[in-house]
T-cell receptor, first 113, second 114 residues
Framework: QQQVKQSPQSLIVQKGGISIINCAYE??????FPWYQQFPGKGPALLIA?????SEKKEGRFTISFNKSAKQFSLHIMDSQPGDSATYFC????????????FGTGTRLTVIP | DTEVTQTPKHLVMGMTNKKSLKCEQH?????MYWYKQKAKKPPELMFV???????INESVPSRFSPECPNSSLLNLHLHALQPEDSALYLC?????????????FGSGTQLSVL
């Protein structure tokens, strides 16, 4: 059973546009929600993360919006650039132990010039 | 130094070969991980070492054998692999191994089993 559901599977956005990737979860024990960015031939890298006590976190052009009641969170990439083209994984964890970190299925983002 | 270094970057092996993947970090992290990633899929956790002791084995077949010689090094010994084991093998590390820590991933070893 997929603990974290992610959509869309792929996304094409024009340069300068807003990219939005959505994730949903069921387990209310999750208390940490990171997003990882992965370029081809590289390992994932932590992009931004949020805890459920805040509804939004912004770092540069990247914003996480978190809706605790709906059990949903999303990544917004403002002013998307071709260099943002990568695969993005949302994830959720419930405290200690790496076996408690669950990844979404990934979204392949392509930003066209 | 915030890098996790993995060698080799690419590996092709036959089903009767024995090979090893190597991972190294010098960030003082005490938790190290092996993940397996198939194309267009998320990483799947295989093993976790915490303070040089194996703490998690996600029911991985015995043809994969991890080893943590010291706090900076992590190896994955491979023997009698199957073609379906072809994947990107990622090493990661974190400060002490809690679920809400930042994971630092290496670039991976792309393994092909013929």
């Amino acid at each position: 059973q997929q603990q974290v559901k992610q959509s869309p599977q792929s996304l094409i956005v024009q340069k300068g546009g807003i990219s939005i990737i959505n994730c949903a979860y069921e387990n209310t024990a999750f208390d940490y929600f990171p997003w990882y960015q992965q370029f081809p031939g590289k390992g994932p890298a932590l992009l931004i993360a949020i805890r459920p006590d805040v509804s939004e976190k912004k770092e540069g052009r990247f914003t996480i919006s978190f809706n605790k009641s709906a059990k949903q969170f999303s990544l917004h990439i403002m002013d998307s650039q071709p260099g943002d083209s990568a695969t993005y994984f949302c994830a959720a964890s419930m405290g200690s132990g790496a076996n408690n970190l669950f990844f979404g299925t990934g979204t392949r983002l392509t930003v066209i010039p | 130094d915030t890098e996790v270094t993995q060698t080799p970057k690419h590996l092709v092996m036959g089903m009767t070969n024995k090979k090893s993947l190597k991972c190294e970090q010098h960030m003082g992290h005490r938790a190290m991980y092996w993940y397996k990633q198939k194309a267009k899929k998320p990483p799947e956790l295989m093993f976790v070492y915490s303070y040089e002791k194996l703490s998690i084995n996600e029911s991985v077949p015995s043809r994969f054998s991890p080893e943590c010689p010291n706090s900076s090094l992590l190896n994955l010994h491979l023997h009698a692999l199957q073609p379906e084991d072809s994947a990107l093998y990622l090493c990661a590390s974190s400060l002490s191994g809690t679920g809400d820590e930042k994971l630092f991933f290496g670039s991976g070893t792309q393994l092909s089993v013929l």
